[in-house]
């Protein structure tokens, strides 16, 4: 769930200028992130975004969309490209 360590990482791996792409399942609301049944975490834009600038990232692209279908319905997450 927690998305700091990951980024933390990823940004001390890149080079200045380094590109990271991540998609995450979206979670509406103010929150941060939550474990749903699937065993699969949710994130709000809000944390990716303040959890990326935090770790030094500047957020080229953050939008929303259909990741893949699951069952009989889309499950909708967010893509974000993020720049050291």
Known sequence: G??????GAAHQA???GGRLAVSVE????????ELQPTRRY???RGY???TAR???FTVETALL??????GKGWIRGGLYLLRR
């Open 48 to 50: 990716v975004e303040a």
């Open 14 to 16: 890149l080079r200045p």
């Open 54 to 56: 935090a770790a030094g």
């Open 65 to 70: 969309a259909e990741l893949r279908r699951e």
């Open 26 to 33: 979206h979670l509406d609301g103010d929150g941060r992130y």
């Open 42 to 44: 949710k994130h709000t």
């Open 2 to 7: 927690d998305l700091a360590p990951l980024f």
